[in-house]
């Protein structure tokens, strides 16, 4: 995954109408918190260039906040429902050099070839946890499942995970199953 560089301000806007105000700028609201003895840290971002890096599926960055570097993990973002517009962030400080722990989603690639003798193709978990270094790890892992029968499965300990990443669920952890059939 990608690090990405942002800009960003401390923040002294804290009510609606100065929120308010700071949004018709081009501005929104974000919190960097975490980290030992670390307070939280109100910052404000372009909201253009946030929705740019989500667009890129960015989620590690290094924030530089008035001449300092943080390295944050994008949480969260609050998104509004009339126009999905982002509304807010929130910024987890992490540690570039330490493994970091994450949600990936699984992309399924073909049509199980037991679909076509009757099966059934259940989907048990297509996001999983892994562990790597944030730089690491992947933005997503893709899997071909159209040499399935029925009654095959794949199982987490099945996936092809990139060097320097490691499963953190079990690997008998079933991710597809494809039942029945004729």
């Not at 100065?18 to 971002?45: C, D, F, H, N």
């Not at 050099?97 to 989907?123: F, R, Y």
Request: with cysteine.
């Amino acid at each position: 995954m990608e690090v990405a560089r942002m800009k960003a301000e401390r923040r002294s806007a804290l009510g609606r109408n100065q929120i308010k105000k700071l949004r018709t700028e081009g501005w929104m609201p974000a919190v960097v918190y975490g980290g030992e003895g670390k307070e939280p840290l109100s910052i404000q971002i372009s909201e253009w260039e946030l929705d740019q890096h989500i667009s890129k599926r960015h989620k590690v960055f290094n924030l530089e906040i008035d001449g300092q570097t943080e390295s944050a993990w994008l949480q969260d973002v609050e998104w509004k429902a009339t126009n999905d517009r982002p509304l807010h962030a929130d910024f987890l400080r992490i540690d570039l050099d330490k493994p970091w722990t994450c949600k990936v989603e699984i992309a399924l690639l073909g049509h199980p070839a037991g679909l076509s003798k009757g099966g059934t193709l259940i989907k048990d978990n297509l996001v999983i946890n892994v562990s790597a270094l944030p730089k690491d790890l992947p933005d997503g892992i893709e899997i071909d499942i159209s040499k399935l029968d029925a009654g095959d499965s794949l199982r987490a300990k099945d996936l092809p995970l990139p060097e320097g990443v490691s499963l953190a669920v079990d690997p008998e952890l079933y991710i597809v199953r494809v039942t029945g059939g004729k």
